[in-house]
C-alpha cells in the first residue's frame, strides 16, 4: 500500500500532498474522484475548466479534537506531562486554549465543533477515579466538548457506568469504600456531550449501546460524525465490563453508518475512532514520519466518504495525510494523551455539493502549554475536588531510599522493569491472599497495567495519590492453582497467539525467573529448563500458586492460560497490596532487574 510523504510545515493544506499523491494514483482514479468537482481541480488533468467556474459558496468549519484524557485534571508529571521539553496538559490549559482556538476561528468567520476520540476517562489519576471520574465528565461539560467516541477505558467499571456517565445519577458506593465516593456532595447530572459507539452492539437485542453517528448542521449543512469503539476492547478489560456485548469490526461498521448517513443527505463526514497507528519518530507530534499500525489498514478500507479521521488509542501525537480507499487524500490525526495537544482543524464545506473541500482543510497539532493563564473554572473544579480527596491523595504510605525519587515503570531490553518488579512483589506478598489462598509461588503483572512511574515527593514519602496513579483501576488481587505447562503457556502468550506481531506484553514477574529468545519463533521462545521457580527448575506437571490482579484473571491481554486456573481466591485491592508492601518495606529501594533475560 503507497503513503503519502509527510508534509514538514507545522499547518498545512491536504492539497500539499496532493503531489506526491499523483505519482501513485492512476489518471483513471483521477477523474473519478468521490470529492466534488471543486475538490477534485487541483489534482485534475482538466483542473484549468472548473478553475474558469464561480468559486462555490462556502462555510468554514473548525473540529478541536483530542483524545486518551484519562482523567488528567491536574497537570500530569514526568514524561507523561511533556511534548518534546514543553510541558504540557491538565485542565485549566487545555480549557485555555481550546478557548482561545475557538477565538481564533471566529475571527475568520468560521464555526467551531469540540471532539474527542475516547479515553476520556478511566486508568485516571486519584483525583478523578476516586469519585468514578464524575469530575473528569464535568470538567468535559464545562470545556464545552460536544461528540466523543467511546474508548476502551471508559468500560473499565462496566457498561452499566458507562451508561451512568452518559445520563447521570449517582451511585450507592459505601461513601468511600475502595477509596470511591459519588456524588460527594452533590448530585451527578452526566455528560452534557453524546459519546457515540457505533460498533458495540447489546448481544440479547442486537441495539448499540450508545448512537453511532451524530449530525451537526453548520449553516446549512450536515456534519456527520461516526463514532468509534476499538474492536479488541474485550481482551483489555476486565470480562464482567463488557459481558453481553459485541465488539464488530471498525471498517465495516464505519463503511455502513457512511452508507447511511451518505443517503440521509449528509455528505461531509468524519471518523472518531478509538484506534490508531504509531509514528516511527514519536517526537514528530504534527507530522507523519513512516506511520504503522493498525491506523493504515483501517484508513484503506475506510470508503471515500469519510473525509478526516479523528484517531487515538496509542498516545501518540501525528498529523497525517493518506490516501484513502478511493486514491485521494485524507487526513488521519491523534493528539497524544493527556490534554497535552489539540488537533486543530478547519475544513471548507461546500454548500452546493454538502461536502467537505478536502484540498482546502488544514490542520495543526497544537501544544496545550502551561505559559497561558489557566481557566478559572477549571482551577475552581479541581481545587473542589482536591479538597475532598485531601485525606486520601496525601496519606504517606512509605518512603523511597535516599537518593531514589523515582521508582521507573520503563523496561529494559528483556521488558523488565524496576516498578514492574515492585508491584510483582506486592501481590505475592499480598496477606489477603496469603492468609486465605495459601503461599503464593509466583506473581504476574501486566505492563499495561502500570500507568505511571512511582514518584516520592521532596522529602522522599510516597502518598496513596502517587501510588494510586501507578495502579489505577482498583483491580483485585487473585491467587489461583496452575500447572508447570500453563506457567509455561503464559510465557510464550506473551508473543504468540493474538499477542503476535505487535508491542510484545512481557509480564512482569515474582518469584520466577527465566530466559527468552529474541530470535526464536512465537511460541517457541522460551525453554521450560531456562525457567526457575523460586530457584527450583519447573515442573511442567506440578502445581503452583499464582498471583495476579482480576484483570489477567480473566484472561486480560490474551493471556488465556490464566483461565485454566483453579482454586481462586479474591483477596483485597491490587493497590492496597502496593501501598502495605511500601509500608512495610520502607525506604524501599529497587531491586535489581535480573528475573527476565533475553538472548539474541
Known amino acids: 500500500m503507497s503513503r503519502l510523504p509527510a508534509v514538514p510545515r507545522r499547518r498545512r493544506a491536504i492539497a500539499g500532498a496532493v503531489a506526491g499523491l499523483l505519482a501513485a494514483a492512476t489518471a483513471a482514479a483521477l477523474t473519478t474522484s468521490p470529492l466534488d468537482a471543486a475538490a477534485a481541480a487541483p489534482v485534475s488533468k482538466a483542473s484549468s475548466t472548473p478553475a474558469a467556474k464561480p468559486a462555490p459558496k462556502t462555510v468554514k468549519l473548525q473540529v478541536l479534537a483530542l483524545n486518551d484524557f484519562h482523567g488528567n485534571l491536574a497537570p500530569p508529571s ?33 464555526r467551531s465543533i469540540t471532539v474527542a476520540a475516547g479515553d476520556l476517562i478511566g486508568a485516571s489519576p486519584l483525583l478523578s477515579a476516586a469519585f468514578h471520574d464524575e469530575p473528569t465528565i464535568e470538567a468535559m461539560n464545562d470545556m464545552g466538548l460536544e461528540v466523543s467516541s467511546v474508548g476502551n477505558h471508559e468500560f473499565d467499571e462496566g457498561w452499566r457506568e458507562l451508561v451512568r456517565m452518559q445520563r447521570g445519577g449517582c451511585l450507592d458506593d459505601g461513601d468511600g469504600a475502595n477509596n470511591q465516593n459519588s456524588c460527594p456532595d452533590h448530585r451527578f447530572k452526566g455528560a452534557d456531550f453524546q459519546y457515540l459507539s457505533a460498533n458495540v452492539f447489546h448481544t440479547d437485542t442486537g441495539k448499540t449501546v450508545f448512537h453511532g453517528t451524530y449530525v451537526k448542521n453548520v449553516n446549512g449543512v450536515k456534519v456527520g460524525f461516526i463514532g468509534m469503539t476499538l474492536e479488541a476492547t474485550p481482551t483489555i478489560v476486565t470480562a464482567s465490563g463488557v459481558a453481553g456485548l459485541r465488539f464488530a469490526d471498525e471498517i465495516k461498521t464505519a463503511n455502513k453508518a457512511a452508507t447511511m448517513l451518505n443517503r440521509h443527505g449528509v455528505k461531509s463526514i468524519i471518523v472518531l475512532l478509538h484506534e490508531g497507528g504509531f509514528p516511527a519518530d514519536p517526537a514528530a507530534y504534527d507530522a507523519c514520519p513512516g506511520i504503522s499500525g493498525p491506523i493504515v489498514d483501517i484508513n484503506a478500507g475506510l470508503t471515500h466518504r469519510i473525509d478526516a479521521i479523528i484517531s487515538g488509542h496509542t498516545h501518540q501525537g501525528y498529523n497525517c495525510v493518506l490516501p484513502d480507499r478511493g486514491g485521494y487524500p485524507r487526513s488521519v490525526t491523534s493528539a497524544s494523551s493527556f490534554g497535552r495537544l489539540v488537533t486543530d482543524y478547519e475544513f471548507t464545506l461546500n454548500k452546493r455539493t454538502r461536502d467537505i473541500i478536502r484540498p482546502l482543510t488544514t490542520v495543526q497539532n497544537s501544544i496545550v502549554t502551561r505559559d497561558v493563564t489557566p481557566d478559572p473554572v477549571m482551577t475552581q473544579l479541581i481545587t473542589h475536588y482536591q479538597t475532598l480527596v485531601a485525606d486520601i491523595a496525601n496519606a504517606v504510605i512509605g518512603q523511597l531510599a535516599p537518593g531514589t525519587t523515582v521508582v521507573s515503570r520503563t523496561q529494559d531490553d528483556s521488558g523488565e522493569s524496576p516498578l514492574g518488579n515492585l508491584i510483582a512483589d506486592a501481590q505475592r506478598n499480598d496477606a489477603t491472599l496469603v492468609a486465605n489462598g495459601g503461599p503464593i509461588d509466583v506473581a504476574f503483572m501486566n505492563p499495561g497495567g502500570i500507568r505511571a512511574d512511582l514518584v516520592a515527593d521532596a522529602s522522599g514519602n510516597v502518598t496513596f495519590g502517587s501510588a494510586f496513579s501507578v495502579q489505577p483501576f482498583n483491580n483485585y488481587d487473585v491467587s489461583m492453582t496452575l500447572t508447570g505447562q500453563a506457567i509455561h503457556d503464559l510465557l510464550e502468550q506473551q508473543w504468540s497467539g493474538a499477542n503476535a506481531g505487535g508491542a510484545a506484553k512481557v509480564l512482569q514477574v515474582s518469584g520466577l525467573t527465566y530466559t527468552w529468545s529474541a530470535s526464536g519463533a512465537p511460541g517457541d521462545r522460551v525453554d521450560p529448563a531456562d525457567v526457575l521457580v523460586n530457584g527450583v527448575p519447573l515442573d511442567l506437571a506440578g502445581s503452583y500458586r499464582v498471583a495476579e490482579n482480576s484483570f489477567l484473571a480473566d484472561g486480560g491481554d490474551n493471556f488465556a492460560a490464566f483461565t485454566t486456573g483453579t482454586d481462586k481466591y479474591f483477596g483485597g485491592l491490587d493497590i492496597d497490596a502496593l501501598a502495605a508492601y511500601l509500608t512495610a518495606n520502607s525506604p524501599y529501594t529497587p531491586v535489581a532487574t535480573d528475573r527476565i533475560n533475553v538472548t539474541p
Open 78 to 110: 514526568g514524561s507523561s506531562g511533556r511534548i518534546g521539553t514543553v510541558e504540557a496538559g491538565g485542565a485549566e490549559y487545555l480549557s485555555t486554549k481550546l478557548s482561545t482556538l475557538r477565538a481564533e476561528a471566529d475571527a475568520r468567520g468560521a
